[in-house]
């Protein structure tokens, strides 16, 4: 069981990314969540869309700015990511959980697997 988190790179304060994260096993029958840590820091969940209706959470820190969405046809959720600051710094994560309990989407214990993650630095 793996997941994948791709797509971070440098980017200039304001300008934009797309994180992907894809997986070996079939993407739709779980929760996907997206997280980001700095060193010395909790891991932040910052995102999540659910199995089934698709439904979306973002933390207040990304909410307007950042978008969660999957293609179930390429068994990929993406994290569409405008306006980076360079508060957004971090190493980001995708993670699988196959019960979400939406109240608790950004609880990482929650979630099964993760990812690898990939480095995105903003640049003020």
């Known amino acids: 069981v793996q997941l994948q988190a791709s797509g971070g790179g440098l980017v200039q304060s304001g300008g934009s990314l797309r994180l992907s994260c894809t997986a070996s096993f079939t993407l739709d029958y779980y929760a996907i969540g997206w997280f980001r840590q700095v060193p010395g820091r909790q891991r932040e969940g910052i995102s999540c869309?659910?199995?089934?209706?698709?439904?979306?959470y973002y933390a207040d820190s990304v909410k307007g700015r950042f978008t969660i969405s999957r293609d179930n046809a390429k068994n990929t959720v993406y994290l569409q990511m405008n306006n980076l600051k360079s508060e957004d710094t971090a190493v980001y994560y995708c993670a699988a959980d196959t019960e979400l309990d939406a109240s608790r989407w950004d609880w990482a214990f929650n979630y099964e697997y993760w990812g690898q993650g990939t480095q995105v630095t903003v640049s003020s």
């Open positions: 869309i659910s199995s089934g209706d698709g439904t979306t």
